[in-house]
């Protein structure tokens, strides 16, 4: 046993920096939640593109949240015996001689690196890339982010020493060490996904070099906790640091989709669908991302940028303050919005088209529809593109049985009923809020020796609910879903045109 010093039940602490909060849970290695703690952060959008952090806010709110839930483990008499490290995918710092941040923290949303993805996007070195490296050709990317710092801002670019993701920069603020974990790694754009090691035709294309970038390590590598930062948590220096692992992949274990074939789905601003599998794998379509996980362990599948967020701009237009209350109404609507097809590209789209150009679309539109009609199109929208996430999984030649889902939207009836409907399968709902913090906790206890297996806990982590989809909604919704793409092939050049006018305008 890894000990608990202070005679207290053990747990080890899940820190997940995630797209707009820290959150800390503390886990005992049956898989059992005993304290979590939260702090937000702000996302900064000023120019066209742009979506980034403050990486130092970002690294106040994680400490402020990991000293919150040390806190409640000592009022509970809980002994921390390690903790370990997720953040969200796609994220981007650069650090100067000293290792300090140089640029803001360039987030998975931000798309201002379009050109660079463009260029890529449909030859023959892209489509080699993305099945070499597991990643799409896509702005999200870090490979792309970084050409756009190499063309667009050479002489920051030439002043940063060494390029990071934020949750890396994290681990350095806790330990001293720099290094990046596979699972983050595998989601760079940079990463040889079959040799686990930096790929010289990305690099080439980032314009970046091997020195610049953190040693790879396994996602069960454990560090130790520095003095500066121990005194910092109010833990002891030495403590066991987990590198963990991305929070997409980490999602996939804190639900207990550890086994091949089973799934995650997990929505809150975007949506995601990942499976499980024993091997890289992307497929000849390459309309898929395969990313690490731990213990040879790989998730195939996709992210979408518009998730739950189309219910929450939905209400912030029709000033609706609860907007619960809003999604109530939709529900009441029949399933097909009366006739309303939405393409809710908010922050334009990822999988499985990855592509940044779309624009939020409505077609259908007439006077008889109301609030109710357009909000419950933007869900059924934003549940289409799962849907055809799912499609992309199964074209790629893997198979999906078991679908694990979480997420806030969850909660509300309508979310459940029309995703469950789109995918036209039953959804095991775990209400864990906090999945992907879960899930790299449970890392950090196999990474000292606890656990066995991930296999071996994931019957601790059983759904708290089932939903069956109505068959004459999947009906609807199935029919519908070619229109989607129809829509989408049909309407990108025009995007593109809309795109640039607005550029133009805000100049």
Same mark, same amino acid.
């Given at each position: 046993?890894?000990?608990?010093?202070?005679?207290?039940?053990?747990?080890?602490?899940?820190?997940?920096?995630?797209?707009?909060?820290?959150?800390?849970?503390?886990?005992?290695?049956?898989?059992?939640?005993?304290?979590?703690?939260?702090?937000?952060?702000?996302?900064?959008?000023?120019?066209?593109?742009?979506?980034?952090?403050?990486?130092?806010?970002?690294?106040?709110?994680?400490?402020?949240?990991?000293?919150?839930?040390?806190?409640?483990?000592?009022?509970?008499?809980?002994?921390?015996?390690?903790?370990?490290?997720?953040?969200?995918?796609?994220?981007?710092?650069?650090?100067?001689?000293?290792?300090?941040?140089?640029?803001?923290?360039?987030?998975?949303?931000?798309?201002?690196?379009?050109?660079?993805?463009?260029?890529?996007?449909?030859?023959?070195?892209?489509?080699?890339?993305?099945?070499?490296?597991?990643?799409?050709?896509?702005?999200?990317?870090?490979?792309?982010?970084?050409?756009?710092?190499?063309?667009?801002?050479?002489?920051?670019?030439?002043?940063?020493?060494?390029?990071?993701?934020?949750?890396? @920069?994290?681990?350095?603020?806790?330990?001293?060490?720099?290094?990046?974990?596979?699972?983050?790694?595998?989601?760079?754009?940079?990463?040889?996904?079959?040799?686990?090691?930096?790929?010289?035709?990305?690099?080439?294309?980032?314009?970046?070099?091997?020195?610049?970038?953190?040693?790879?390590?396994?996602?069960?590598?454990?560090?130790?906790?520095?003095? +500066?930062?121990?005194?910092?948590?109010?833990? +002891?220096?030495?403590?066991?640091?987990?590198?963990?692992?991305?929070?997409?992949?980490?999602?996939?274990?804190?639900?207990?989709?550890?086994? +091949?074939?089973?799934?995650?789905?997990?929505?809150?601003?975007?949506? *995601?669908?990942?499976?499980?599998?024993?091997?890289?794998?992307?497929?000849?379509?390459? $309309?898929?991302?395969?990313?690490?996980?731990?213990?040879?362990?790989?998730?195939?599948?996709?992210?979408?940028?518009?998730?739950?967020?189309?219910?929450?701009?939905?209400?912030?237009?029709?000033?609706?303050?609860?907007?619960?209350?809003?999604?109530?109404?939709?529900?009441?609507?029949?399933?097909?919005?009366?006739?309303?097809?939405?393409?809710?590209?908010?922050?334009?789209?990822?999988?499985?088209?990855?592509?940044?150009? +779309?624009?939020?679309?409505?077609?259908?539109?007439?006077?008889?529809?109301?609030?109710?009609?357009?909000?419950?199109?933007?869900?059924?929208?934003?549940?289409?593109?799962?849907?055809?996430?799912?499609?992309?999984?199964?074209?790629?030649?893997?198979?999906?049985?078991?679908?694990?889902?979480?997420?806030?939207?969850?909660?509300?009836?309508?979310?459940?009923?029309?995703?469950?409907?789109?995918?036209?399968?039953?959804? $095991?709902?775990?209400?864990?809020?906090?999945?992907?913090?879960?899930?790299?906790?449970?890392?950090?206890?196999?990474?000292?020796?606890?656990?066995?297996?991930?296999?071996?806990?994931?019957?601790?982590?059983?759904?708290?609910?089932?939903?069956?989809?109505?068959?004459? @909604?999947?009906?609807?919704?199935?029919?519908?879903?070619?229109?989607?793409?129809? *829509?989408?092939?049909?309407?990108?050049?025009?995007?593109?045109?809309?795109?640039?006018?607005?550029?133009?305008?805000?100049?």
């Amino acid at each position: 046993m890894a000990g608990a010093p202070n005679g207290g039940e053990a747990v080890v602490l899940g820190v997940d920096l995630g797209t707009t909060a820290a959150r800390v849970v503390a886990t005992t290695r049956d898989a059992r939640v005993l304290a979590r703690a939260e702090r937000g952060y702000a996302l900064r959008a000023e120019r066209v593109g742009e979506v980034v952090h403050d990486p130092e806010q970002v690294l106040i709110a994680g400490l402020s949240a990991l000293r919150d839930c040390v806190r409640l483990c000592a009022d509970l008499d809980r002994s921390v015996v390690g903790l370990a490290v997720t953040g969200s995918l796609h994220t981007v710092v650069g650090l100067d001689d000293a290792l300090r941040p140089l640029t803001p923290s360039l987030s998975w949303a931000d798309s201002r690196a379009f050109e660079q993805a463009e260029r890529l996007r449909g030859g023959s070195r892209g489509r080699a890339l993305h099945q070499e490296t597991g990643t799409p050709v896509h702005p999200m990317a870090p490979r792309a982010k970084l050409a756009w710092y190499a063309e667009r801002e050479p002489e920051l670019a030439g002043q940063v020493r060494v390029w990071c993701g934020l949750k890396d @920069l994290a681990v350095l603020r806790l330990t001293g060490r720099l290094v990046t974990d596979h699972s983050t790694a595998s989601s760079t754009g940079l990463l040889d996904i079959r040799n686990l090691s930096w790929h010289p035709d990305a690099l080439d294309v980032a314009g970046v070099r091997t020195d610049q970038l953190p040693d790879l390590v396994e996602p069960t590598a454990v560090l130790s906790l520095s003095t +500066p930062a121990g005194r910092a948590a109010g833990l +002891p220096p030495g403590l066991p640091v987990v590198v963990g692992g991305g929070n997409g992949p980490m999602t996939n274990v804190g639900v207990g989709a550890v086994s +091949p074939g089973m799934a995650s789905l997990s929505l809150g601003v975007g949506g *995601a669908f990942r499976v499980l599998c024993d091997r890289p794998w992307v497929g000849e379509r390459c $309309e898929v991302f395969c990313y690490a996980v731990v213990d040879g362990l790989w998730v195939v599948g996709g992210a979408t940028s518009n998730g739950g967020v189309v219910g929450d701009w939905a209400a912030e237009i029709f000033g609706e303050e609860e907007f619960a209350d809003l999604l109530d109404e939709a529900a009441l609507v029949p399933g097909g919005a009366n006739g309303l097809l939405a393409l809710p590209y908010l922050f334009g789209e990822r999988a499985p088209w990855w592509d940044p150009v +779309p624009r939020g679309t409505v077609l259908g539109l007439r006077r008889e529809h109301g609030r109710a009609e357009l909000t419950r199109a933007l869900v059924e929208g934003a549940a289409q593109q799962l849907a055809l996430v799912r499609d992309a999984v199964l074209a790629s030649g893997l198979t999906v049985g078991v679908v694990r889902a979480s997420g806030e939207p969850f909660r509300g009836r309508l979310w459940v009923d029309v995703v469950s409907a789109a995918l036209g399968t039953a959804l $095991e709902i775990s209400e864990e809020r906090d999945p992907a913090a879960l899930g790299v906790a449970l890392v950090g206890w196999r990474a000292l020796g606890e656990i066995e297996s991930l296999r071996a806990v994931a019957d601790e982590l059983r759904p708290d609910r089932t939903a069956e989809p109505d068959p004459a @909604l999947a009906g609807r919704l199935a029919a519908a879903r070619p229109l989607v793409r129809r *829509a989408y092939d049909a309407l990108r050049e025009l995007s593109v045109e809309l795109g640039r006018l607005a550029v133009e305008q805000q100049a």
